[in-house]
């Protein structure tokens, strides 16, 4: 009697990128890969289906795209590279016409669905895993579709793979996202909503395979300027539709973000402002000026956006003279004009009276610059629009503004704030635990704003004679 010999493959750690390679053999029913462009998201997933294929008893993959049509140049071409390019095909029949393919060591197969196609269902008998790739052209009754179609009694546990960018109006974002509300998605494991699931960012940047600057500029070539392909293929982040509707028109993040972080300039002033609000944080920002032959640049530095129990204006100047304390010649404070009346319950003292006794030995005669009043807001946005476009300008200098990619919270202000009907549209929000109802966004712009507006009086005030 012929005795069958036992074929042993040697995949090595190599062979997957870093990244990823935790996942190959986890036991998880949902597996989500997110990230930028060219971080392997799904490569790693052609891979897992081969070795699958070939290492495991019973596996029936069934692989899936809204058109059917779309599968032969995408998922069915990935398999082949990954089958060519590993020297495996005399394991493997691969069926030109129906797309199937089928290990000869042990009958495992992979077959593909279009969900355009539904009777092609009835010849899926017992699947174990389903793969989709290009998530987001599917809707969440496709999802729940697939869901359906795993259903087997061979295995004790199917598995649903999905490969997707993040864009702004994926159903999945809401359905698997704990955190839905922020638009940075952290690299790495992410935290989901659904039981028995796993969502991991990659980043092209880590993909050894990839030189990350000359691909990054690729990319940024690619988008020509686009807002929401530089958010999505550069940043991995979830994207972000433009309405024709946004307050800050002009802001782009390929002009006005800098690639990386903006160091302090020793001898110049620190400029710091602020927006006196409590929740969902208390907000300054600290910058610079930098004045040169060519230009007038405002570079916002660092942002401080202090969650309770720290929402206090005390708290953020702490934080600001700990980061700058040693190197501060010259300060200089802007703010929410409002911040001058009294705080209820405390008398006279207003918020100004904490930014002056938290940096009271930083200040000079002229350290002060608070306005009388808040400007109109609608012409505070109309001139702030006109600086972002480079038309503003200071004695003959183009006046430039440039952020430090550590600013979340204001970057997401000067993309997601919209024109609202008496100006900024500021969305409530009702924390269900406490009760407490305030705005989302708006408070770390608000504070820029009077930045802007208190440094560039005179040009502001020529705008609106």
């Keep these: 009697m012929e005795t069958k010999k036992k074929i042993k493959f040697n995949f090595t750690p190599e062979k997957f990128l870093p990244d990823f390679r935790f996942l190959l053999f986890i036991n998880v029913a949902i597996q989500l890969l997110t990230g930028n462009r060219g971080s392997g998201k799904s490569v790693f997933f052609y891979q897992k289906a081969i070795v699958f294929a070939l290492t495991k008893r019973y596996f029936r993959l069934v692989y899936s795209r809204k058109v059917a049509d779309t599968l032969r140049g995408s998922t069915f071409q990935g398999f082949k590279d990954v089958i060519a390019e590993w020297k495996l095909e005399k394991y493997f029949t691969v069926y030109e016409g129906s797309m199937r393919i089928v290990c000869k060591v042990n009958g495992n197969i992979l077959m593909p669905y279009g969900l355009d196609k539904p009777e092609k269902l009835k010849g899926i008998k017992d699947p174990t895993h389903v793969f989709v790739d290009e998530?987001?052209?599917?809707?969440?009754?496709?999802?729940?579709?697939?869901?359906?179609?795993?259903?087997?009694?061979?295995?004790?546990?199917?598995?649903?793979?999905?490969?997707?960018?993040?864009?702004?109006?994926?159903?999945?974002?809401?359905?698997?996202?704990?955190?839905?509300?922020?638009?940075?998605?952290?690299?790495?494991?992410?935290?989901?909503?659904?039981?028995?699931?796993?969502?991991?960012?990659?980043?092209?940047?880590r993909n050894p395979y990839i030189d990350p600057i000359a691909y990054e500029a690729k990319l940024r070539e690619l988008a020509a300027g686009n807002e929401n392909y530089l958010t999505v293929w550069i940043d991995g982040n979830w994207g972000q539709p433009e309405t024709g509707n946004e307050f800050y028109t002009n802001f782009k993040k390929v002009y006005?973000?800098?690639?990386?972080?903006?160091?302090?300039?020793?001898?110049?002033?620190?400029?710091t402002t602020f927006d006196f609000n409590v929740h969902p944080y208390m907000t300054a920002l600290a910058a610079q000026v930098n004045i040169t032959d060519s230009e007038f640049q405002i570079r916002i530095l660092r942002e401080y956006c202090l969650p309770d129990p720290f929402n206090t204006t005390e708290a953020c100047c702490n934080k600001i003279s700990e980061d700058y304390g040693d190197r501060i010649v010259d300060l200089f404070y802007y703010g929410d004009a409002s911040g001058k009346n009294g705080i209820a319950g405390k008398g006279n003292k207003s918020a100004f009276?904490?930014?002056?006794?938290?940096?009271?030995?930083?200040?000079?005669?002229?350290?002060?610059?608070?306005?009388k009043s808040n400007p109109p807001l609608m012409k505070r946005r109309d001139f702030i629009n006109r600086l972002l476009a480079g038309k503003v300008t200071w004695n003959g200098l183009e006046v430039t503004l440039i952020i430090d990619p550590s600013c979340k919270e204001l970057i997401k202000?000067?993309?997601?704030?919209?024109?609202?009907?008496?100006?900024?549209?500021?969305?409530?929000?009702?924390?269900?635990?406490?009760?407490?109802s305030y705005e989302l966004l708006g408070h770390t712009s608000d504070a820029l704003d009077y930045l802007i507006i208190r440094l560039l009086y005179e040009e502001f005030k020529k705008q609106n004679d």
């Design 135 to 205: 998530m987001t052209e599917i809707s969440f009754a496709d999802f729940a579709h697939l869901q359906g179609v795993l259903r087997t009694s061979k295995i004790k546990q199917t598995e649903f793979w999905g490969a997707f960018n993040p864009e702004y109006d994926f159903w999945g974002r809401d359905h698997f996202f704990l955190d839905n509300e922020n638009d940075e998605i952290p690299f790495g494991s992410v935290p989901t909503k659904t039981e028995n699931t796993i969502i991991f960012k990659g980043d092209f940047r």
């Design 256 to 271: 006005h973000i800098a690639t990386k972080p903006l160091p302090y300039l020793n001898g110049k002033a620190l400029h």
């Design 353 to 371: 009276d904490d930014v002056v006794f938290g940096f009271k030995k930083y200040l000079n005669e002229d350290s002060r610059r608070v306005m």
């Design 413 to 436: 202000d000067l993309v997601k704030i919209k024109v609202g009907p008496d100006g900024k549209l500021k969305k409530k929000f009702t924390d269900k635990k406490t009760g407490i």
